[in-house]
T-cell receptor, first 110, second 108 residues
Framework: NAGVTQTPKFQVLKTGQSMTLQCAQD?????MSWYRQDPGMGLRLIHY???????DQGEVPNGYNVSRSTTEDFPLRLLSAAPSQTSVYFC?????????FGPGTRLTVT | GIQVEQSPPDLILQEGANSTLRCNFS?????LQWFHQNPWGQLINLFY???GTKQNGRLSATTVATERYSLLYISSSQTTDSGVYFC??????????FGQGTILTVHP
């Protein structure tokens, strides 16, 4: 039981490049979320999903896309990376009351 | 949206001391959780506590939903308790608003 896995662990992008952060879970949880954490700040919600085929925007969705074709996977796409997207990205699942976080992806945009 | 305020922002303790962390919400929430982020960045769920009191070892939490606040108690602190403690709340699952966190440092 791996829980929540995220790949890659680290990534450096140039401004304007696109990429996909991967998130997978093996706990069969309906709810999945993406957060970003900037230095000295709490986590901010980017997008979330209440089940396969259903996604919605969080607090800071601009510049990011998501899709949820299966229960297990919830990828986050950066369309055209900007230095303001330099952050640590966390994926989480929720079984209806307790959130479980992946190890995070540290992204730097130069 | 919901605003979450945590206090104190920083806390320095000697091993063995007790502490209380507080979380205030601007509006009612029915999903309230406490998390610990260790020095390696890993986030661990401590409590799901929309109301009432729960205990887990040296940690306990109390939420007074009618007054929109929650407290996290750490007793007999250890160096491994160091890190950042976050509370987060919301009105639905999967969608939490986080506070800014309390940075706890426990010295031996």
């Amino acid at each position: 039981n791996a829980g929540v896995t995220q790949t890659p662990k680290f990534q450096v992008l140039k401004t304007g490049q696109s990429m996909t952060l991967q998130c997978a879970q093996d706990m069969n949880h309906e709810y999945m979320s993406w957060y970003r954490q900037d230095p000295g700040m709490g986590l901010r919600l980017i997008h979330y999903s209440v089940g396969a085929g259903i996604t919605d925007q969080g607090e800071v969705p601009n510049g990011y896309n998501v899709s949820r074709s299966t229960t297990e996977d919830f990828p986050l796409r950066l369309l055209s990376a900007a230095p303001s997207q330099t952050s640590v990205y966390f994926c989480a699942t929720d079984r209806g009351g307790e959130q479980y976080f992946g190890p995070g992806t540290r992204l730097t945009v130069t | 949206g919901i605003q979450v305020e945590q206090s104190p922002p920083d806390l320095i303790l000697q091993e063995g001391a007790n502490s209380t962390l507080r979380c205030n919400f601007s509006d009612s929430v029915n999903n309230l959780q406490w998390f610990h982020q260790n020095p390696w960045g890993q986030l661990i769920n401590l409590f799901y506590i929309p109301s009432g009191t729960k205990q887990n070892g040296r940690l306990s939490a109390t939420t007074v939903a009618t007054e929109r606040y929650s407290l996290l108690y750490i007793s007999s602190s250890q160096t491994t308790d160091s890190g950042v403690y976050f509370c987060a709340g919301g009105t639905s699952y999967g969608k939490l608003t986080f506070g800014q966190g309390t940075i706890l440092t426990v010295h031996p």
